[in-house]
């Protein structure tokens, strides 16, 4: 490397391997960097109190002043911030010269991916390791969160942390600083940052930025249910441009926006920029900006989708990472909405989220307005340090071949991928991590390390040669000796990398399920294009033959319920276990558990489980399963074994449907018999009789609440939905 210095170094003085040197070279370098609007990665390479002293060097002869840095992990030097690796989160939003992150404490891929996104131009991020030589044996620390139960600590892969190597020397912009000089790393001339054309929007950076403003007040000012999506990656002024958009609301007369996002802290940004453009206005506690009589504050996303409050605006930063079931609440609600959202980020992906979300703004609103950001706001384009973040952690992975749509699906083979292979091949790599990306909207770095080295992991991929038309991803899980399955049936030992096991084994009760062997179906995806074609049928059908073969007792599966899922799980054979009685935090919706019996003693366990919860679902309906949706309900009773019922309740329900008797007088054999009547007579009735008969029979709501849920105007109304459901009994 000959670095941009006033005074280039010999080839000889590289090698010195004296801090001085080292240090001099780094700040030649960042000179550059800052010149073109890019920022950069310095590896520092070799023992631990090496790597932090040298370091606690750089920052000290770089311009900027300490407390400008973080440091992520022990040892920094007096004056810096210091952030532990599981804070990671908490800089969303914030900007330094540079990050000091130490991989000797931990190599968390989300960590990175997170950091990385806060630097400005003209910054660093120095990753402090072993030496490169070493890295094959490094005991990284992250590796105890990837520990399953019943696996030795060896037996978890170091293949991540070997592409990551890999990266590394691939890549000619990222400068290698070990014990025997510079030995890495090279940076094309001095190059003036490009000046960025003329704006039509002064507050803006860019056009791109210009028109998302544009387009967020036309949301608010326009005509209704035409919200605004930004879509852009990281570091493109989605953020500022919520933020000066709501500035110029306010200024118009708006009295009350609500901003939301994944938690306060990440809508600082947001709140910066508006802060800016009103002068005279003030901060009130984490998340709140007030101006005159105005204010724009955050909230919730389940408290703006569930409750009656009714701001002028809503701005959803961070989209990606908002349960998709609070964000349809949001667009039932009417509100007028924009929302920005990340295409490739650690935070969760855009374009799974577009997949996702894509049918409910259909379903809800008259028109998009699409803002795509394309052109950097806080760096230059073409910026080192984001290309490499981007192929080290895969943020830029293809999403779909589109040759894949005509293939012939009898041609698809359906193998069990070899990840020593699988994390050689880019090619292959990239198409497998693409898909799982594109359909599965919370995917995150660290769940690509989980993907490579996790011990009980499996890969089934359907495909034509390096196509890849689906994939399934399988942890095996169980397998415990009596004594210690005693013991999770009892609640008394949680083993880490066994959800079925226990979940089976403790909340339902079955003491034998923790010493049967399970595979967890954790992800199952079909490219887009594909899908409805019977190719996800396929797959799992070839899964379930390999896991038997392999003496497997079961497969199961744990996802937020939805009525299309549980649809598509039923129809592969998987039957209904358990519901949860929380919404889960990533994806907003009750966790339900579906499995599929393999062996004897594996399908007689599905059969029992199954009995269990249709004897159950009733009762939880009516208290901690209330909030449950109508839909998934139906879908849910859809596939359960129904009682046989006396004739006297058949009568009793006769008479309350022909108006003869009350629904208090006849509410016990109504309760009875909802559950069949929705199972047998299903395809005669009505979307909206069939909801009735969950809302007010089986989750016991008020008649208030049925009406409004129903949109009718009250009991009398809810009464004749009911009987009318109740006539089509046999």
């Known amino acids: 490397m000959t670095p941009a210095a006033a005074e280039p170094m010999t080839p000889a003085a590289l090698q010195d391997g004296s801090a001085a040197v080292a240090v001099a070279c780094v700040r030649s370098w960042q000179q550059v960097l800052a010149a073109r609007g890019h920022r950069g ?46 804070a990671a989160e908490r800089v969303l939003g914030s900007e330094h010269v540079g990050v000091v992150f130490d991989g000797w404490q931990g190599l968390n891929p989300d960590a990175v991916g997170a950091l990385s996104g806060t630097i400005r131009a003209g910054g660093l991020l120095l990753l402090l390791m072993p030496v490169l030589a070493v890295w094959g044996e490094f005991d990284d620390p992250f590796k105890r969160l990837l520990t399953v139960a019943g696996y030795a600590p060896g037996e978890i892969g170091n293949r991540w942390l070997g592409r990551l190597r890999r990266c590394l020397k691939d890549d000619g912009n990222v400068l290698w600083v070990e014990p025997a000089g510079i030995t890495g790393g090279s940076l094309p001339a001095v190059a003036a940052k490009v000046p960025a054309g003329p704006v039509s929007n002064p507050d803006c950076l860019t ?24 879509v852009s990656d990281r570091g493109r002024g989605k953020s500022a441009a919520l933020g000066i958009a709501a500035a110029r609301l306010l200024q118009a007369g708006v009295r009350r926006i609500a901003v939301t996002g994944p938690r306060p802290q990440s809508v600082q940004t947001l709140l910066d920029h508006a802060q800016q453009l009103l002068p005279g206005s003030r901060r009130v506690g984490v998340g709140v900006l007030e101006f005159a009589e105005s204010a724009i504050a955050y909230s919730p996303a389940d408290q703006l989708s569930t409750t009656g409050f009714a701001p002028d605006m809503v701005l959803v930063d961070e989209a990606a990472t908002i349960p998709v079931a609070l964000l349809e609440g949001l667009l039932e609600r009417g509100l007028r909405l924009a929302f920005a959202t990340t295409v490739h980020g650690y935070e969760g992906s855009g374009r799974g989220f577009e997949l996702r979300f894509g049918p409910a703004l259909a379903r809800n609103v008259r028109g998009i307005r699409h803002v795509n950001l394309r052109q950097p706001v806080r760096w230059a384009a073409d910026d080192p340090l984001e290309r490499f973040i981007d192929r080290a952690l895969l943020l830029d992975a293809c999403r779909q071949n589109p040759a894949l749509p005509q293939l012939n699906v009898a041609d698809l083979r359906v193998t069990c991928v070899d990840r020593a292979t699988l994390v050689d091949d880019d090619d292959l790599l990239d198409a497998l991590w693409g898909l799982l ?13 989980v993907l490579l080295d996790a011990p009980n992991i499996s890969i089934f991929v359907s495909q034509i040669g390096k196509h890849i038309a689906a994939a399934a991803v399988v942890a095996r899980e169980g397998g415990f000796a009596p004594q210690m399955a005693a013991q999770i049936s009892a609640g008394k030992r949680r083993p880490p990398g066994h959800l079925l096991p226990e979940s089976i084994g403790h909340q339902l009760g079955m003491a034998d399920a923790p010493q049967m062997s399970f595979g967890r179906i954790v992800r199952i995806a079909v490219q887009p294009g594909l899908r409805r074609r019977g190719i996800g049928r396929r797959l799992l059908d070839a899964v379930a033959a390999q896991q038997a073969a392999a003496g497997l007792d079961c497969l199961g599966t744990v996802f937020g319920a939805s009525a299309a899922l549980v649809h598509f799980w039923r129809a592969v054979q998987y039957g209904s276990v358990r519901l949860g009685v929380r919404r889960g935090s990533r994806s907003g919706a009750h966790a339900l558990l579906m499995l599929r019996g393999l062996s004897p003693p594996g399908r007689e366990l599905s059969k029992r489980c199954q009995r269990r919860f249709a004897r159950e679902l009733p009762d939880q309906l009516a208290d901690p399963l209330r909030s449950v949706t109508p839909r998934v309900v139906l879908a849910l009773l859809a596939g359960l074994p129904q009682p046989t019922l006396s004739d006297e309740s058949r009568e009793r329900v006769k008479a309350f449907a022909s108006g003869q008797a009350e629904y208090e007088d006849a509410v016990a054999a109504i309760v009875a018999l909802t559950p069949l009547v929705l199972s047998e007579a299903a395809d005669r009735l009505s979307e909206v009789v069939r909801q009735a008969l969950v809302l ?35």
């Open 696 to 730: 007010k029979v089986l989750q016991r709501r008020s008649w208030a609440d049925c009406a409004a849920a129903l949109s009718v105007s009250g009991r009398r109304e809810v009464l004749t939905l009911l009987r009318t459901g109740f006539s089509q009994l046999d």
């Open 437 to 449: 990306v594109s359909s599965h909207y919370r995917t995150r770095p660290r769940d690509l390390r």
């Open 41 to 86: 990665m310095v590896l520092v390479a070799g023992p631990q109190d090496w790597c932090r002293e040298r370091a606690g060097d750089l920052l000290q002869a770089l311009p900027a002043p300490a407390d400008q840095w973080l440091w992520l992990g022990a040892g920094a030097p007096a004056g810096v911030p210091v952030l532990p690796a599981s």
């Open 207 to 230: 056009e791109d930025q210009a028109r998302a403003v544009h387009a967020v007040i036309r949301a608010c000012q326009g005509q209704r249910r035409k919200p605004t999506v930004l």
